[in-house]
């Protein structure tokens, strides 16, 4: 029993400490000069110093125009990487937009038509989205720089053999856009189920459109990952009544800390869909159903 006050002493501090505490902190405070609160530490700028927050960088900005205006009913700039979406205010006398202090990244245009949607879509062949946002200096050919050299005939057939000769569950299989170098290449696959399948409600379509992206070691071409950018499965009349073009020249806009400039965009809104770029409906599509994206 000889230890049992020590251990009384111990509980008695673990418990009265904490409540203790900030009384101390609270007079000792009350008893340091007025000046000393309201200064900031030695060797720190306050606000509006060498410290203080950084306004917007103007470089880190898309602007443009779209023509003729009255075909841009609205727009926003999509980041898949990290699924963000900035809207985008289009002027409807000029066409002109501009968004501004964007977070670094690989920025998509999008703009609602009076026929359907206009879809922008990278087509850049990198091997990663992340890649831009290694500082240049440490950027080398394995990570951070973009694959060089000529994309061949060859290169091209092999992938094609690739996406539409393999024997998939889907009935139609498309290539939208097709772009590489002589290491990476990127294609945008469409991907139809338009005949009946187990599970079928009505007349039904599967419909789903793809960016896969290639890259060729010891001489042959291997599928490196895949990414679904759209996935439905609706009615196959409401499928077919829309209009969705899915375009490379309104893709890939690389933010990144190194920039001097703004980006410029200047594009042309063709009067409907164009049918080797996606569907050739005359409105846009539907809102998103469960399990679709």
């Known amino acids: 029993m000889p230890r049992f006050p020590?251990?009384?002493c111990l509980f008695a501090a673990a418990i009265l400490l904490p409540c203790l505490l900030p009384l101390a902190v609270h007079s000792a405070l009350r008893n340091l000069p007025s000046e000393a609160l309201r200064s900031?530490?030695?060797?720190?700028?306050g606000l509006g110093e060498a410290g203080a927050k950084k306004g917007p960088n103007s470089a880190l900005a898309i602007r443009g125009r779209l023509a003729p205006p009255e075909r841009a009913n609205a727009a926003f700039l999509w980041e898949r990487a990290s699924d963000r979406k900035v809207p985008v205010a289009i002027d409807p006398e000029t066409g002109t937009f501009e968004a501004g202090d964007l977070p670094l990244g690989l920025w998509d245009l999008v703009v609602e038509t009076p026929w359907g949607r206009l879809e922008g879509v990278d087509m850049t062949p990198i091997l990663s989205e992340y890649d831009i946002l290694i500082?240049?200096?440490?950027r080398t050919p394995d990570l951070g720089l973009p694959a060089q050299g000529e994309f061949t005939e060859e290169d091209r057939n092999w992938i094609e053999r690739h996406v539409l000769e393999v024997k998939r569950y889907e009935s139609r299989v498309r290539i939208l856009a097709l772009h590489g170098t002589a290491d990476v290449a990127v294609v945008l696959v469409e991907l139809t189920q338009d005949e009946p399948f187990v599970g079928e409600k009505g007349d039904e379509v599967t419909w789903r459109v793809e960016k896969r992206v290639y890259e060729k070691k010891y001489g042959g071409w291997a599928q490196f990952r895949?990414?679904?950018l759209h996935r439905r499965r609706v009615p196959k009349a409401e499928?077919?009544?829309w209009g969705w073009q899915f375009e490379p020249a309104l893709g890939g806009f690389a933010v990144t800390d190194d920039r001097t400039e703004p980006i410029v965009v200047e594009f042309e809104i063709p009067a409907a869909p164009?049918?080797?770029k996606g569907l050739t409906g005359s409105r846009s599509p539907s809102p998103l159903g469960?399990?679709?994206r």
Request: charged residues 30%; without cysteine; hydrophobic residues 35%.
């Open 6 to 8: 020590a251990v009384l």
């Open 40 to 45: 900031p530490p030695a060797g720190r700028a």
């Open 135 to 138: 500082p240049r200096k440490y």
């Open 226 to 228: 895949t990414r679904v």
């Open 239 to 241: 499928w077919q009544s």
């Open 274 to 276: 164009a049918a080797e």
């Open 290 to 292: 469960k399990g679709e």
